[in-house]
């Protein structure tokens, strides 16, 4: 089963966002701050393929580093809210939804599932 790591400090939408990843078939890890996903990390001991993250939280950029050293094939979405320039250097830009609905579910999965094949057809 594919991992993906979610992380911003929004916990409902990061619990939010988990539940539509665990819906559409993959493993959810949502963490709060860069400290909690690299703890989270080191206790399961597992690969992360796709991280969703926001890039305006302190350590960031290490925490991408050092998942792509552990799996060069990994799949960055950076969030964006509302207003926000898209950031260089990340596989997609999504912004954060305005309402949590089945639509906007919908629409992360089928992001999600696009980045997560693309990736697996280039590994």
Known sequence: MQ???I???DLGFVFWLGHAIDEGGW???PAKSVTDALSLIGQLQTAVDLLIVNPSLE???GLVEKLLELNPNLKVIALLASGEKPVAGVDA???KPDRVDESSKLKWQQTIGQLLVRGRAAS
């Open 27 to 29: 493993e959810a890890l």
């Open 59 to 61: 350590g960031i950029a």
């Open 7 to 9: 992380v911003d400090s």
């Open 3 to 5: 991992v993906i790591l």
């Open 93 to 95: 830009c999504v912004r």
